[in-house]
């Protein structure tokens, strides 16, 4: 029987983490969800995010990948917003 749901956790870096308060989230989400899915639900809970959609990198167990790649249960994603250095 397919899995009804998978379990990922949500590393959250920067802009994310400081609008959610907190360093990492775990979610469920359908199983054949693209990464990029996070994203949008991450920022349709803080809008105000929306400003680095486009400009955010994904990352999957410590890997750059693709925004349409599938997640896996048990995944670790990780949402790079650009860093500002100094």
Known sequence: MP???ITITIK???AYQEAYGVSELLREFPPQTP???VLDNIIAQHPELNRWRN???FGINLQFVE???LLQNGDEVVLIPPVSGG
Do not use: G
């Open 3 to 5: 899995e009804a749901s």
């Open 12 to 14: 959250l870096f920067a």
């Open 35 to 37: 990464v990029v899915a």
């Open 55 to 57: 400009l955010t990198r």
């Open 67 to 69: 925004p349409d790649t």
